[in-house]
T-cell receptor, first 112, second 113 residues
Framework: QKEVEQDPGPLSVPEGAIVSLNCTYS??????FMWYRQYSRKGPELLMY????GNKEDGRFTAQVDKSSKYISLFIRDSQPSDSATYLC????????????FGGGTRVLVKP | EPEVTQTPSHQVTQMGQEVILRCVPI?????FYWYRQILGQKVEFLVS????????KSEIFDDQFSVERPDGSNFTLKIRSTKLEDSAMYFC???????????FGPGTRLLVL
C-alpha cells in the first residue's frame, strides 16, 4: 500500500462549481497535512496547512482532516479557470523531521 | 511577499560531471530542504537541514549528494558525479519553527546527458 494515495484525475469542472479533492494515507504518525497547488513546470505553492483532525477555511478553500479514517480533503468553492492546476496533498510527522510525503497530485481543469 | 529563489532555472550537464544547485531561502526561516520531482512522478524528499547540519536524508541522498549553507543566505545542493537518472526538477524549500509549513522555490530543471 502506498503511503499517500491521490487520484490523478484529470478532474474537469465548469467555472463556478465546487472542486472536491482528497487523499488517503496509511501512516498513522502523520500529524501535519498540507495542500499545494502546482502549475506546470513550477514549484509547489502552499495553499492550506492543518494540524491533526478538523476543518480549516481560508477564502474559497476548505481543508478537512479525518485522522480516524486517514482521509483528507480540499474543497474549492466558486472555482475559476485560474484554479486549473495540479493539486498535491502532503503530510509529515514530527518524528520524521517534518519531511513531507506527497501524493501524486490531481490535475484539475476548470472550464469557462 | 518573501519567497524562495533558486538558480539556475535550467542546467544541462554531461554524465559524470559535478553540478551545484543554489537556493536562497526565506530570510527568517531556520529549516531547509531539498526535494526532487522526476517528470510525471511524485515530489520526493531528499534531505532536511537545520542548525548547520543534516537532520534527515532519504535513501536517494547517497554519497554523491551533499548540502551546504556556505553563508547566511545561500543553501546549496551538490551532486558530485551526475547520472542519467538524476535528471529531474530539484526544489528547495524552507520552513519556520518545526518546519511544518514549507515554502518551495520555483525549481531547477536538471538534465543529465
Amino acid at each position: 500500500q502506498k503511503e499517500v494515495e491521490q487520484d490523478p484525475g484529470p478532474l474537469s469542472v465548469p467555472e463556478g462549481a465546487i472542486v472536491s479533492l482528497n487523499c488517503t494515507y496509511s501512516n498513522s504518525a502523520f500529524q501535519y497535512f498540507m495542500w499545494y497547488r502546482q502549475y506546470s513546470r513550477k514549484g509547489p505553492e502552499l495553499l492550506m496547512y492543518t494540524y491533526s483532525s478538523g476543518n480549516k477555511e481560508d477564502g474559497r478553500f476548505t481543508a478537512q482532516v479525518d485522522k480516524s479514517s486517514k482521509y483528507i480533503s480540499l474543497f474549492i468553492r466558486d472555482s475559476q479557470p485560474s484554479d486549473s492546476a495540479t493539486y498535491l496533498c502532503a503530510m509529515s510527522a514530527v518524528a520524521a523531521g517534518n519531511k513531507l510525503t506527497f501524493g501524486g497530485g490531481t490535475r484539475v481543469l476548470v472550464k469557462p | 511577499e518573501p519567497e524562495v529563489t533558486q538558480t539556475p532555472s535550467h542546467q544541462v550537464t554531461q554524465m559524470g560531471q559535478e553540478v551545484i544547485l543554489r537556493c536562497v531561502p526565506i530570510s527568517n526561516h531556520l529549516y531547509f530542504y531539498w526535494y526532487r520531482q522526476i517528470l510525471g512522478q511524485k515530489v520526493e524528499f531528499l534531505v532536511s537541514f537545520y542548525n548547520n547540519e543534516i537532520s534527515e536524508k532519504s535513501e536517494i541522498f547517497d554519497d554523491q549528494f551533499s548540502v551546504e549553507r556556505p553563508d547566511g543566505s545561500n543553501f546549496t545542493l551538490k551532486i558530485r558525479s551526475t547520472k542519467l537518472e538524476d535528471s529531474a526538477m530539484y526544489f528547495c524549500a524552507s520552513g519556520t519553527s518545526g518546519g511544518e509549513t514549507q515554502y518551495f522555490g520555483p525549481g531547477t530543471r536538471l538534465l543529465v546527458l
